[in-house]
C-alpha cells in the first residue's frame, strides 16, 4: 500500500510540473465535450490549429491525413451498418447472426489498426517527430470520443 502510495505521489507531482503555462492552454485538449464540439465544427481546422505546420509540413501532411480520414469513413460506415443490423433486428439474435455480428466488428477493427499503423509510419516520415506524435495523439483522442459515443449509445446483445 505505502508504495502504491508513493508511485501515486510521483505520478502527482510529474504532472503538475507539467501543468500547462497560460501560453500553452490552448493547446489542452483533455476537455473531451469540448474536442467533441470541435472536432463536430471542423476537425481539419482543429487539427490545423494544433499543429501549426510550416508550409512545407502542410504539404506533406495534408495528403496523408485526408486518405487516412477517407479511410476512416469507410471503417465507420462498415461499422454502423454493422451496428444498424444489431439495433433493428426484426427478430431475435441467433448464434449465428451473433458470430457474423462479432467477425464483421473484428474485420472493422483490423482494417481501422491496418489503417492507424500506415498512418502513423507515414506521418513519422512527413512531420518532426513532436508534432507527428502530437497529431497521432490528436487523433487517438478524436477515435477515444467516438468509441465512447458509440458504446454508450449501443445495447448489449440479448
Do not use: H
Not at 472536432?39 to 502542410?58: G, I, P, Q, W, Y
Not at 469507410?74 to 467477425?103: I, P, Y
Amino acid at each position: 500500500m505505502k508504495q502504491f502510495l508513493a508511485v501515486a505521489l510521483c505520478v502527482v507531482t510529474l504532472v503538475a510540473a507539467q501543468t500547462p503555462r497560460a501560453a500553452d492552454a490552448m493547446d489542452d485538449v483533455t476537455d473531451m465535450q469540448a474536442l467533441r464540439a470541435a472536432v463536430k465544427a471542423d476537425k481539419k481546422a482543429f487539427v490545423a490549429s494544433r499543429l501549426a505546420l510550416t508550409d512545407a509540413e502542410a504539404k506533406r501532411f495534408w495528403p496523408i491525413y485526408d486518405t487516412y480520414q477517407r479511410n476512416l469513413d469507410l471503417t465507420s460506415r462498415r461499422l454502423v451498418v454493422a451496428v444498424e443490423g444489431l439495433l433493428f433486428r426484426d427478430r431475435a439474435m441467433t448464434n449465428l447472426a451473433a458470430k457474423k455480428l462479432v467477425a464483421e466488428l473484428i474485420a472493422v477493427d483490423e482494417t481501422e489498426l491496418k489503417s492507424r499503423r500506415t498512418l502513423r509510419n507515414r506521418v513519422m516520415r512527413a512531420l518532426p517527430p513532436l508534432k507527428a506524435a502530437r497529431y497521432l495523439q490528436l487523433e487517438e483522442k478524436i477515435q477515444a470520443v467516438r468509441d465512447y459515443d458509440l458504446a454508450s449509445t449501443v445495447p448489449l446483445i440479448r
